[in-house]
């Protein structure tokens, strides 16, 4: 079985202080937050971006800022910015990390989903388009964000189109409100789902983040944790850092016996070109 690729999403748009002390706001927070990840295993870095206020954004120079942050002290990361941003925001400005040199691969989200109250996460058929159709301009592997598997169709069939290159990595999101559940029945119908040849990550969240992990690991699948999905290292016990969050996830592939890939060999395993310092 190849080695685990551990992706952690370090703080999302959502999450904040109020849920866990720790949860990164500021330039320096991030860089924080992405080392612990790093040192613990981690081999890429789902990246969203805040103002110091704690207000996302997704803005070209905040990223910026950030990844070349993030790369003085994680020199071989893999970054992978998000394109999905917060609920309101329009498609341009959800774009612009992709305008920026160098980003190797980047979220696609596959479908609308209910976020909970009046919240609606909007992806439309030719939202997908577009967004793929840059990516493919760019030079940007895509990370297929799927909640639920009408979505996998979807990227299926939009590659077929050509507006999604091939051959896919998908991310399971699993245990969002909207979205599929996290028990083993729904991680074996996503998986079951995807073509031949795929990689795929798993994102469970809440208190779905470690089961899933565990039935990703066993599967030969990856893994993503992270303040963005769950803040709590076990129940009612708060994570001090995204680096703890890592670690119990090395713990556990460790007792399966699951290597832990580093970013040279995650960039291989997912087809993306050696890095260049």
């Keep these: 079985m190849e080695k685990l690729v551990i992706t952690a999403a370090i703080c999302g748009a959502e999450v904040l202080k109020e849920h866990n002390p720790a949860v990164p706001y500021t330039v320096a927070e991030i860089v924080r937050e992405a080392k612990s990840a790093y040192d613990a295993g981690a081999s ?5 971006v805040r103002y110091d ?10 990223f910026k800022e950030c990844i070349d942050a993030i790369y003085q002290v994680c020199p ?33 989200d596959c479908g609308t989903c ?8 909007i992806n439309t058929e030719n939202t997908i388009k577009h967004f793929g159709q840059r990516m493919i301009e760019r030079g940007i592997k895509p990370e ?28 399971f999101v699993m245990g969002v409100n909207g979205g599929i559940g996290g028990d083993i029945r729904d991680f074996a119908f ?29 599967d030969g699948g990856h893994v993503r944790v992270g303040f963005e999905d769950n803040v709590y290292l076990s129940k009612g016990v708060l994570a001090r850092s ?14 399966f016996g699951r290597g832990i890939a580093n970013p040279t060999e995650a960039r291989e395993i997912y087809g993306l070109p050696a890095k260049k310092f």
């Design 44 to 48: 890429v870095i789902h990246l969203h």
């Design 53 to 62: 206020d704690g207000t996302p954004t997704q803005s070209k120079e905040r």
């Design 76 to 108: 071989d990361i893999i970054i992978l910015p998000s394109t999905g941003g917060a609920v309101g925001m329009t498609d341009d400005e959800r774009l612009e990390p992709t305008e920026l040199d160098g980003i190797e691969i980047a979220t696609l």
């Design 114 to 121: 209910n976020f909970g109250g009046d919240d609606i996460f």
């Design 144 to 171: 297929l964000e799927v909640f639920d598997k009408s979505m996998i169709e979807m990227a299926v069939r939009l590659a077929k189109k050509g507006f999604i290159k091939e051959p896919f990595h998908f991310d």
């Design 190 to 218: 996503l998986r079951g789902s995807i073509p031949a040849g795929s990689t795929y990550t798993v994102a469970g969240v809440g208190r779905y983040e470690f089961p899933v992990a565990a039935m990703s690991i066993l």
């Design 242 to 255: 995204n680096g703890e969050l890592v670690e119990k996830v090395v713990r556990i592939a460790k007792e």
